[in-house]
């Protein structure tokens, strides 16, 4: 079925390749699908990284008595 979708060939190692056609058979999807889902969760994975050290230098940095309340804040 054509697509507008972009589109990225990928060659992989025989074992990588095995694995994403067991999980598509397992899960009665393409291969392409099953590819697609594993890039989103790992740019999500990625995403997690980067907000998380984001968040331990806002925490390390924190200084509790410099800090508003939510009164101060919201009224």
Same mark, same amino acid.
């Given at each position: 079925?054509?697509?507008?979708?972009?589109?990225?060939?990928?060659?992989?190692?025989?074992? *990588?390749?095995?694995? #994403? $056609?067991?999980?598509?058979?397992? %899960?009665?999807?393409?291969? @392409?699908?099953?590819?697609?889902?594993? =890039?989103?969760?790992?740019?999500? *994975?990625?995403?997690? #990284? $980067?907000?998380?050290?984001?968040? %331990?230098?806002?925490?390390? @940095?924190?200084?509790?008595?410099?800090? =508003?309340?939510?009164?101060?804040?919201?009224?």
């Amino acid at each position: 079925m054509p697509t507008p979708n972009p589109r990225i060939h990928i060659v992989c190692e025989k074992d *990588l390749y095995a694995t #994403i $056609a067991k999980l598509a058979a397992q %899960d009665g999807a393409s291969l @392409s699908s099953v590819a697609h889902d594993l =890039l989103l969760e790992s740019l999500e *994975l990625r995403e997690d #990284i $980067a907000l998380t050290k984001v968040a %331990d230098s806002r925490a390390e @940095s924190f200084d509790r008595d410099k800090a =508003l309340t939510a009164d101060q804040v919201f009224g």
